[in-house]
């Protein structure tokens, strides 16, 4: 198989680091070599969190180079228009239509841009998500990211099945019902 690449891009405590887990999950499950990168900047402070997960039959390094993201899984629109350069000709972006104002916006330095999605869509294939608002009618909104994993499973090739049994032997166990409801939502809808 070649090589996979999927880029997932979001704001300190979005929920970045607990999906490449599950990336990573399944596919060493699924017997493919695995390698997972993780860049932070200031994750803590609001800032952007980079993780990048590459599968396939021999992958030889962990970072996804420009223009070669199979799938970019956005947990925050403004952070898919930052790394929108790394997909693919053909690839995909997952964005969640949800707004977190980086500091520079918060101090008044700049403008958060309008109309994030529908540029993207001009020279991307996009698929757009309020996981933020799904996740409230199920009562709680942490678990918008497992939504947003749903979507992006879809372009991925492994089975609903697959994925819940990952999603309950990596999420916290109090928590495995309400994330496989999470993860139903983004792959069913």
């Not at 800032?47 to 420009?66: A, C, H, L, Q, W």
């Not at 970019?72 to 707004?99: Q, S, T």
Request: glycine letters at 8%; charged letters at 25%.
């Amino acid at each position: 198989m070649e090589t996979k690449n999927i880029m997932i891009v979001g704001v300190g405590g979005q929920g970045t680091l607990l999906t490449s887990r599950v990336l990573g999950s399944i596919t060493t499950k699924a017997g493919y070599d695995v390698k997972l990168s993780e860049v932070h900047g200031m994750a803590q402070r609001g800032g952007s969190v980079v993780t990048f997960v590459r599968y396939g039959d021999k992958v030889n390094e962990p970072i996804v180079e420009e223009g070669q993201a199979d799938v970019l899984i956005a947990f925050e629109k403004l952070e898919a228009m930052r790394y929108a350069h790394f997909l693919k000709e053909d690839g995909v972006i997952i964005v969640n239509d949800y707004e977190i104002a980086p500091m520079t916006v918060v101090t008044g330095n700049a403008e958060y841009p309008e109309n994030i999605i529908e540029t993207l869509k001009q020279k991307h294939k996009v698929v757009s998500i309020n996981a933020m608002e799904e996740a409230k009618k199920l009562g709680n909104t942490k678990c918008f990211n497992v939504i947003i994993l749903g979507v992006a499973a879809k372009s991925m090739d492994f089975t609903e099945q697959q994925w819940l049994d990952v999603i309950a032997e990596t999420v916290p166990p109090k928590t495995v019902e309400l994330n496989q409801k999470a993860f139903a939502i983004g792959f069913e809808g």
